[in-house]
């Protein structure tokens, strides 16, 4: 079957071809990529408009129909490569509780087959959280405890098991934290 067509039948198909290009591209930025227009038993396609309703009435050898410049949505595509790393965010607030040592030192004499103490404290308020303690001098003298007696110091006792009285150096020293009101503790 031979179809012959007139110059001008086919200057405006390529004109309503061209209109449909053209505007598809500015109905796409719009985001409204449905068309509609009418197509006869020729196959010419007339009437085109953006939207649902043809620009005018189709005739009684044309038929309506609908299209879209977008088509189907495509198979989601493999995941991209890692973004680089953001920037570091801003510094937080300072910290409401904060640790240091308490060191006390003391020279003692001490008896023979005796016992001594000695407290060693955190500032007023703060809380006593650990403890270590030395002894300079001689072996047979001992820390036999450190026991913590309030919220903020540690009692520490040596005993010297020897028959002599004894003159040495101990010390003391208590981890402390540094409490922020309303949480520091009544000595």
Same mark, same amino acid.
């Given at each position: 079957?031979?179809?012959?067509?007139?110059?001008?039948?086919?200057?405006?198909? !390529?004109?309503?071809?061209?209109?449909?290009?053209?505007?598809? +591209?500015?109905?796409? !930025?719009?985001? @409204?990529?449905?068309?509609?227009?009418?197509?006869?038993?020729?196959?010419?396609? #007339?009437?085109?408009?953006? /939207? &649902?309703?043809?620009?005018?009435?189709?005739?009684?050898?044309?038929?309506?129909? &609908?299209?879209?410049?977008?088509?189907?949505? /495509?198979?989601? +595509?493999?995941?991209?490569?890692?973004? *680089?790393?953001?920037?570091?965010? !801003?510094?937080?607030?300072?910290?409401?509780?904060?640790?240091?040592?308490?060191?006390?030192?003391?020279?003692?004499?001490?008896? *023979?087959? &005796?016992?001594?103490?000695?407290?060693?404290?955190?500032?007023?308020?703060?809380?006593? &959280?650990?403890?270590?303690?030395?002894?300079? +001098?001689?072996? @047979?003298?001992? =820390?036999?405890?450190?026991?913590?007696? /309030?919220?903020?110091?540690?009692?520490?006792?040596?005993?010297?098991?020897? @028959?002599?009285?004894?003159? =040495?150096?101990?010390?003391?020293?208590?981890?402390? !934290?540094?409490?922020?009101?309303?949480?520091?503790? #009544?000595?």
């Amino acid at each position: 079957m031979v179809i012959i067509r007139s110059r001008w039948t086919i200057a405006a198909s !390529a004109f309503v071809v061209g209109a449909v290009v053209f505007l598809g +591209g500015a109905v796409i !930025a719009n985001g @409204d990529d449905t068309y509609t227009g009418c197509l006869n038993n020729g196959g010419n396609l #007339t009437n085109i408009a953006i /939207g &649902t309703e043809p620009a005018s009435p189709c005739r009684g050898d044309s038929e309506a129909i &609908t299209w879209s410049a977008t088509g189907p949505t /495509g198979p989601v +595509g493999p995941q991209g490569p890692d973004g *680089a790393d953001g920037a570091d965010g !801003a510094p937080g607030p300072a910290g409401s509780i904060g640790f240091y040592k308490h060191v006390e030192n003391f020279d003692w004499v001490v008896r *023979a087959h &005796t016992t001594n103490f000695e407290d060693v404290y955190c500032d007023t308020g703060d809380f006593a &959280t650990g403890f270590g303690g030395s002894i300079g +001098g001689i072996n @047979d003298v001992e =820390l036999i405890y450190a026991s913590q007696q /309030g919220n903020n110091y540690y009692r520490f006792s040596w005993r010297n098991s020897t @028959d002599t009285d004894e003159t =040495l150096g101990v010390g003391g020293q208590v981890m402390c !934290a540094d409490i922020a009101a309303p949480y520091r503790a #009544t000595p």
